[in-house]
C-alpha cells in the first residue's frame, strides 16, 4: 500500500515538474522571440531640419543690460511759495526753451515793482538835477554823491524785484517734452514742488554695466547697438561716449555710457534695454544656429547627418539582374551624435570651436526623436532659426 502510494507521488512530482519546465520554456521562448522581433523591426526614418556648416564672418560683441536716459532731462520745481494761478502746457507737449509753463499768482509783487520804479525815476529826476547843477557850478559834491547813490540803489532794487516776480514762473531751460502736470491751478505750493518732467527725446544715453575682464575689449567710440528685445533685436545704433576709469570693488564692474539718436522718440527714459558692444569683425569662423547644440550630463553634442552606407562601411549596391547598371538609389541617411566645443555667441549663431569641420550637414530641429545611428529624412520646407513670416514664404516657393 505504502509501495503504490509513493509510485503516485512520485509521478505527480515528474508530471508538475515536467508542467513547469514547458511554462519556463515557453515563457523564454516568447522572450527571445520578441527580442529577435524588435532588433530586427526596421526603425522608421525620423525627419529633422539641417543646415550645412560654412566658415563664416563673425561679428563678436559684449552683451549687457543697460538703463535709458534723456542727454537732457529734469524734473522742473518752482523756486518760492505762491498760489497757482496759470498752468500754460498740457501733457507730452513740445515746448521751447524759455517758454513759461506755470505762472504763480505775483500781483503783490508787480505792485512793488511798479512803487520802485517810481522812487527809482525820482532818484533819477534827483540825479540829473543834481548834474545840472554841478556843470553851472552852484552844486555841491555832497549833492551828487548823494543823488547818483540814490539811483543806484533804486536800479538795484528794480532789478530784486523784477527777479523775485521772474521766479513767479517757471520757464524752461531747453527745448523738450514735458509730462503730465503735478499740480492744479488754485494749489498752493512751496519751493522745490516738482510741476513736470522736462525730457529732450532726440538724443538718448545709455548706461550699462560690463566686467572687469572685458573693460580692455571697449574703446570711446565703439559702435553700440541697442533695443527693448532680446539680443537679436537692436535696431538702434549709437556708439560710446565714456568709460569709468574705476572698477567698483564691490561688483567687479565698469560703468560705461552711450549716446543713440530717438529721432522716432521710440526709446523712453527709465527703460532698459538690451546693449550690445560691437567688437572687429572675424573671418573664417565656423558657427551654428543655437537650435542645433544639445547640452547634456556629458557636455555639449550635435548631430551630424551622413550616409548610413558609409557610416557603417557597406558596399555599393550591385548591378541590375539583366545586366545593365542599376540606377543608383539615394543613400539612406542617418543622424549620428558628435561632441563639440562650443564658444562665443552671438544673436541666434554659437561658435564651434572643436569637433566640426566645414561641409557637415547638422540637425537643426528634431533631436529629440534622434538617437545615435537612427536614420533621418531632411525636409528644410521650414527653418526655425526664421521668422515664421519667413519660413511660409520659402514653404511656398
Do not use: H
Not at 515557453?26 to 529633422?48: E, G, K, L
Not at 517758454?99 to 540825479?127: H, I, P
Amino acid at each position: 500500500m505504502n509501495r503504490r502510494f509513493a509510485i503516485r507521488f512520485i509521478i505527480a512530482l515528474v508530471l508538475l515538474a515536467v508542467v513547469c519546465g514547458g511554462l519556463v520554456g515557453f515563457n523564454i521562448f516568447r522572450d527571445r522571440a520578441i527580442q529577435q522581433y524588435f532588433a530586427s523591426m526596421p526603425v522608421p526614418p525620423q525627419t529633422v531640419s539641417t543646415t550645412t556648416a560654412e566658415a563664416m564672418r563673425w561679428t563678436p560683441g559684449v552683451d549687457a543690460i543697460g538703463t535709458v536716459r534723456a542727454v537732457q532731462g529734469v524734473d522742473l520745481t518752482v523756486e518760492t511759495s505762491g498760489i497757482v494761478n496759470e498752468i500754460r502746457f498740457k501733457a507730452n507737449d513740445m515746448v521751447d526753451a524759455g517758454a513759461v509753463l506755470l505762472q504763480l499768482d505775483d500781483e503783490v509783487e508787480r505792485a512793488d515793482l511798479e512803487a520802485q520804479k517810481a522812487q527809482t525815476s525820482l532818484a533819477q529826476l534827483a540825479l540829473n538835477r543834481a548834474l545840472e547843477l554841478q556843470k553851472r557850478g552852484v552844486g555841491t559834491d555832497v549833492n551828487l554823491d548823494t543823488a547818483q547813490a540814490a539811483s543806484r540803489a533804486g536800479a538795484s532794487n528794480v532789478a530784486k524785484l523784477q527777479a523775485v516776480l521772474d521766479q513767479k514762473r517757471l520757464t524752461t531751460p531747453f527745448r523738450g517734452t514735458v509730462g503730465i502736470p503735478r499740480v492744479e491751478v488754485g494749489q498752493y505750493v512751496t519751493p522745490g514742488t516738482v510741476v513736470v518732467t522736462l525730457q529732450n527725446l532726440e538724443t538718448m544715453r545709455v548706461d550699462f554695466t560690463v566686467p572687469e575682464q572685458q573693460r580692455d575689449l571697449l574703446k570711446i567710440g565703439q559702435t553700440i547697438r541697442l533695443g527693448p528685445g532680446g539680443a537679436d533685436q537692436l535696431p538702434f545704433s549709437g556708439k560710446i561716449l565714456g568709460i569709468d576709469p574705476k572698477i567698483d570693488p564691490e561688483t567687479r564692474l565698469v560703468s560705461v555710457r552711450g549716446e543713440v539718436a530717438n529721432p522716432d522718440g521710440q526709446l523712453t527714459p527709465g527703460q532698459f534695454v538690451q546693449v550690445r558692444v560691437e567688437l572687429p569683425p572675424e573671418d573664417g569662423i565656423l558657427a551654428l544656429p543655437q537650435t542645433a547644440l544639445v547640452t547634456s550630463l556629458y557636455g555639449d553634442f550635435i548631430y551630424v547627418v551622413r550616409p548610413a552606407e558609409q557610416a557603417a562601411g557597406k558596399p555599393a549596391p550591385a548591378a541590375g539582374d539583366e545586366g545593365t547598371p542599376a540606377e543608383p538609389a539615394k543613400p539612406q541617411l542617418a543622424a549620428y551624435q558628435v561632441f563639440v566645443k562650443a564658444g562665443r555667441r552671438n544673436e541666434d549663431k554659437v561658435e564651434i570651436v572643436e569637433g566640426l569641420k566645414a561641409g557637415d550637414q547638422v540637425v537643426t530641429a528634431g533631436q529629440n526623436r534622434l538617437s545615435n545611428g537612427v536614420p533621418v529624412t531632411v525636409d528644410n520646407t521650414i527653418d526655425p532659426n526664421k521668422p515664421a513670416a519667413a519660413a511660409d514664404q520659402q514653404a511656398q516657393k
